[in-house]
């Protein structure tokens, strides 16, 4: 599993977040990151079955659960091209994309944190969510007031 190592290897990606670097440790990503990640992601996989049998832990290298390292640059600002986080989507079944819906866990050394729902719908997507609860108000306020939901609830700044 993920150790202080991996951690260590996120702040070095981050100090030196170049692809020479990166392809001279190598390595040590495969070993401390991707490796630890895909072995966290198979054993969540009978976990989720109990309480999300419609969600998938998928422990593939590449399509899978395990978000890719490589950063999309085209439109950012910011052209490091690495992430410097772990970053794992557990999605639903019928989802295709990092957009459906499912669960997400982030893994760095600054933060750590599991997020759920939706990330980007799209056009149609959102517009069926926004009909749902403005047709239903009353199923919204109460999941989204229901005590233990709200008592798990911790506000990400």
Known sequence: MFTRASIKFLDDLAANNNRIWFEENRSQYEALVREPALEFISEMSPV???FAPHFRA???KTGGSLM???RDTRFSRD???YKTNIGIQFRHASGKDVH?????VHIASDECFLAVGCWHPDTDCLARIRDWIACKPEKWFSARDHS???EGMVTVR
């Open 48 to 50: 989720l079955k109990t």
């Open 58 to 60: 998928d422990p593939r």
């Open 68 to 70: 890719r390292v490589f």
């Open 79 to 81: 052209k490091t091209p």
């Open 100 to 104: 459906a819906p499912g669960f997400y």
């Open 148 to 150: 233990s939901f709200v």
